[in-house]
C-alpha cells in the first residue's frame, strides 16, 4: 500500500526555517517523480518544487526565488524540502506527493499524497 507521511510543519518567525521531511512506505520512492505542494485557505493547491524521477534539476514555483530546496534521499525513502528566509505568504498547509510519471509541476499529475503538514509563518 502507497503511504506518504510529512512531517516537520510548525510555527516559525518571519526569515525563519523549516525543513519539511516525508518518508515513503509500499513503494521506493526513487523510481517516482517527487513534488511537495501547498494550499492556503481558500486557495488552489499549487507546486511548490518538483524533481522527475529521470531529471537533476529541480522545478520550483516562481515565488520561492531561490529559498526552498528539494532533495531525496533514496536510501532513506524520504524527501524533504528546506525553507529558509520565510514570508508570512508562505503560510499553508505543504503535501508531498509522488507519481510514476509526474511529467508537470502540478497536482493534477501526481497521484499519491500525504495527509499534508501545516507551515504558518507570523510573529
Known amino acids: 500500500q502507497v503511504h506518504l507521511a510529512e512531517s516537520g510543519g510548525g510555527l516559525v518567525q518571519p526569515g525563519g526555517s523549516l525543513r519539511l521531511s516525508c518518508v515513503a512506505s509500499?513503494?521506493?520512492?526513487?523510481?517516482?517523480?517527487i513534488g511537495w505542494f501547498r494550499q492556503a485557505p481558500g486557495g488552489e493547491r499549487e507546486g511548490v518544487a518538483c524533481?522527475?524521477?529521470?531529471?537533476?534539476?529541480?522545478t520550483y514555483g516562481d515565488f520561492v526565488k531561490g529559498r526552498f530546496t528539494i532533495s531525496r534521499d533514496n536510501a532513506e525513502n524520504t524527501l524533504s524540502l528546506q525553507m529558509n528566509n520565510l514570508e508570512p505568504e508562505d503560510t499553508a498547509v505543504y503535501y508531498c506527493?509522488?507519481?510514476?510519471?509526474?511529467?508537470?509541476?502540478?497536482?493534477?499529475?501526481?497521484?499519491?499524497w500525504g495527509q499534508g503538514t501545516q507551515v504558518t509563518v507570523s510573529s
Open positions: 524533481l522527475h524521477k529521470d531529471e537533476d534539476m529541480p
Open positions: 509500499g513503494f521506493y520512492l526513487e523510481y517516482f517523480s
Open positions: 506527493a509522488a507519481d510514476p510519471l509526474g511529467y508537470v509541476c502540478s497536482s493534477k499529475f501526481f497521484g499519491s
